[in-house]
T-cell receptor, first 115, second 112 residues
Framework: AQSVTQPDIHITVSEGASLELRCNYSYGATPYLFWYVQSPGQGLQLLLKYFSGDTLVQGIKGFEAEFKRSQSSFNLRKPSVHWSDAAEYFCAVGPMDTGRRALTFGSGTRLQVQP | SQTIHQWPATLVQPVGSPLSLECTVEGTSNPNLYWYRQAAGRGLQLLFYSVGIGQISSEVPQNLSASRPQDRQFILSSKKLLLSDSGFYLC???????????FGPGTRLLVL
């Protein structure tokens, strides 16, 4: 069965510092990979996605992620964190099969930004 | 552009009462539609998905049900709410041939 692991439940960084959020997946083939961000009480906003091609993907708000097949990872990075980046971040994998077309989400990483 | 709406934004209901949450999508046709639940401190759990009118697939056996009476309308229902139904309910849509899902603003449900 496919799964997504986000090993860090909670991360605190200082404003202006770099950020890396980890995501590992288990999937039988090359998956579609996503990162979403959720502010408190809000829905999920798509940051970026990887389907194929260049393994370094650029997203919105200055985020990027790198797909590493050998490590089954899709880590999210940002060179300089802003206070407004404080939120919860979810990595997701999909689709599980052509009929289902659904995503499997990790449990999320909550990011806190210190001034 | 496409937009997705969820109604209501917040709901407080007593145990045993019925439930109806609505999700509507604008600006697209024949979308795939999804209902997820997010319990406090946990990730997202897929509840139902639909690839067309009247076509509903259930992921988790429970006292919830879903219906799709129109192409761009997805409804989550219950006849009798349980305490464990409390949570944040998110609706999402994707294109029929696309894998990217876009989420609505969510409905926070508190069952007392």
């Amino acid at each position: 069965a496919q799964s997504v692991t986000q090993p860090d439940i909670h991360i605190t960084v200082s404003e202006g510092a770099s950020l890396e959020l980890r995501c590992n997946y288990s999937y039988g083939a090359t998956p579609y990979l996503f990162w979403y961000v959720q502010s408190p009480g809000q829905g999920l906003q798509l940051l970026l996605k990887y389907f194929s091609g260049d393994t370094l993907v650029q997203g919105i708000k200055g985020f990027e992620a790198e797909f590493k097949r050998s490590q089954s990872s899709f880590n999210l990075r940002k060179p300089s964190v802003h206070w407004s980046d404080a939120a919860e971040y979810f990595c997701a994998v999909g689709p599980m099969d052509t009929g289902r077309r659904a995503l499997t989400f990790g449990s999320g990483t909550r990011l806190q930004v210190q001034p | 552009s496409q937009t997705i709406h969820q109604w209501p934004a917040t709901l407080v209901q007593p145990v045993g009462s019925p439930l109806s949450l609505e999700c509507t999508v604008e600006g697209t046709s024949n979308p795939n539609l999804y209902w997820y639940r997010q319990a406090a401190g946990r990730g997202l759990q897929l509840l139902f998905y639909s690839v067309g009118i009247g076509q509903i697939s259930s992921e988790v056996p429970q006292n919830l049900s879903a219906s799709r009476p129109q192409d761009r309308q997805f409804i989550l229902s219950s006849k009798k709410l349980l305490l464990s139904d409390s949570g944040f309910y998110l609706c999402a849509w994707s294109g029929a041939l696309q894998e990217t899902q876009y989420f609505g603003p969510g409905t926070r449900l508190l069952v007392l």
